[in-house]
């Protein structure tokens, strides 16, 4: 079980109409929408890891403080939410060097784990893997292997993969139907399809493939509250707020349905960690 730590305006989808200049004027939901997720974790008795861009962790240590006392995995989603296609590998450094001290500093835990925002790594930039074996990651969960107009690396492995630069990438998970891979991680395609349906598709995973499953969504996810931006386009708009309304009731019964823990300890060996 994953949670991607960041609110409603940090989206890649409101990215052209939201000057990150602009955020720190904007109401923030992202500690309210974080601690809901924390009680109902608890009281589903799981673990998550917790992918937290460092520009949260410095303006609510006591969140992250929290997530780590309550024996959750707090792991890099970068400090800026910056798609790393878009940065130099300098300034990709800076980023994610800068995040992961924050998330240390604040938590007192080695980080572990990297994600990507809206997993921008592929072929043009794959030199992220050195600089995240630099900084002393140990794996990312950074690719989505499907077709995507934001991202999206359809030939890249399905399954967990030690890469040559030395670090464990964990794809988000997919299933294959028609020698296509169809997306069943969580995030907007979880929202956009009945439960029924994307419970069939993660049973079929599990059954298929033998691997283990990893789950990722945001606690804006759960905010039908959240403000709208009203000069966003259709498309980011529909996107974005597809019943959100219905998602705390269904992410409530994938808590319930299945066992859930850190990525940390599904996937990595006492070695790796």
Same mark, same amino acid.
């Given at each position: ?76 989603? !970068? ?72 991202? !999206? ?33 969580? !995030? !907007? ?85």
């Amino acid at each position: 079980m994953t949670v991607d730590v960041e609110d409603y305006f940090h989206v890649s989808a409101f990215e052209k109409v939201i000057d990150p200049n602009n955020w720190e004027s904007l109401p923030c939901r992202v500690e309210q929408n974080t601690y809901r997720l924390l009680e109902l974790f608890e009281q589903n008795n799981v673990k998550s890891t917790f992918f937290t861009l460092g520009w949260v962790a410095e303006r609510y240590p006591n969140l992250i403080a929290d997530i780590v006392k309550q024996g959750h995995e707090l792991a890099s989603h !970068g400090t800026s939410h910056r798609r790393a296609t878009e940065m130099s590998r300098a300034e990709f450094f800076s980023d994610v060097e800068r995040s992961k001290k924050i998330l240390e500093d604040v938590s007192g835990e080695a980080i572990a784990g990297y994600r990507a925002p809206s997993f921008s790594v592929n072929d043009s930039n794959t030199w992220i893997y050195d600089v995240l074996v630099e900084l002393g990651f140990k794996y990312s969960s950074s690719t989505y292997p499907i077709e995507h107009d934001l991202y !999206g690396v359809p030939e890249w492995p399905r399954f967990k993969n030690l890469r040559p630069e030395g670090i464990i990438e964990i794809p988000i998970p997919t299933i294959q139907k028609n020698n296509t891979n169809k997306g069943i991680g969580g !995030g !907007g395609y979880f929202r956009l399809y009945p439960y029924w349906m994307s419970k069939k598709r993660i049973d079929n995973y599990l059954q298929q493939e033998q691997q283990p499953y990893s789950f990722y969504f945001h606690p804006w996810e759960i905010d039908a509250e959240q403000p709208r931006i009203a000069n966003a386009s259709y498309k980011s708009k529909l996107r974005h707020y597809i019943n959100l309304s219905r998602m705390e009731a269904k992410i409530v019964r994938l808590l319930k349905d299945y066992q859930w823990s850190t990525m940390k300890d599904v996937y990595l060996t006492n070695e790796d960690k």
